[in-house]
């Protein structure tokens, strides 16, 4: 199932490690509170309760603090102290006393839990995994999650629509020369990044639904997949223990 391709992907690990280490902010469409509280917002209806939530790669805890008024107990995680530093002083500013922050990373982080989740969540992180590490992650989660609880992976890169939205074609300045230019632009950037063996894209790797469901079910999960409300080349992939 994981090709030679899977192992290309993990010598790249480090590349995210270096360049979320000094990061401060999630990389939002906008930072305004405004638009935060928005995405926010359409994350909590597809979260759908629940008591007790890990938001795994956490980042500056921007979607953090507006989950916090809807539950009891929150555990944030991210492998970048400076997102985590950020994360802590907006917690600090929102009085949010029911959220605690963990340093760790996909592989670590599972030691490090106490206690299990109704909710565990990923808001545009899955797409720095592999789809072994994927896999690892949901085999993880799985066993920290409580009995009728959801893991809910948001804003994953489509691999469909993605390379479509980068070369303009939904761009309101879309026309024949400017696309013919993103793809010129483009082919330069992928070229450069495998001669440096780094990744082709910041945002991550695009994940195809059908490989998601295909690790969910392995772990007897039924998986529901809906379109990002605010980022039209992504899916959220909701994930949850088979009834009955
Ligand atoms: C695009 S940001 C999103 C942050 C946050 N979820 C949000 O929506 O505002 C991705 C975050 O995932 C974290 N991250 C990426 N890969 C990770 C890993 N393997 N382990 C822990 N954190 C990771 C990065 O440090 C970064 O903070």
Known sequence: MFGENEKNLSKQKDFWIEFF??????????????????????????????????????????LLVYYAPE??????VDFSASMLDEASKRIRERKCRNISLIQADDKTVWNKL??????????????????????NFIFNASSCL???GKIVLFDILDP?????WKIGLFSQDASFWNILRKIGF???VVLAASLNNRPRDILGFAHNPNA????????????TFV???????????IIEQTKG
């Open 146 to 148: 409580n009995k009728g």
């Open 227 to 237: 379109k990002s409300m605010y980022y039209e080349y992504k899916y959220h992939a």
């Open 71 to 76: 539950y009891e107990k929150m555990i944030g």
């Open 21 to 62: 280490a000094g990061r401060r902010d999630g990389g939002h469409r906008s930072s305004a509170e405004e638009f935060l509280s928005m995405e926010a917002r359409e994350k909590l209806f597809h979260l759908d309760g629940g008591k007790t939530l890990l938001d795994f790669g956490c980042g500056a805890g921007e």
């Open 212 to 223: 998601i469901k295909k690790v969910a079910d392995k772990y007897s999960f039924e998986t």
């Open 186 to 188: 483009e082919f330069k």
């Open 114 to 135: 106490e206690c299990s989740f109704d909710r565990i969540t990923a808001a545009g992180v899955i797409q720095y995994l592999t789809l072994q590490e994927i896999d």
């Open 160 to 164: 469909r629509l993605y390379p479509l």
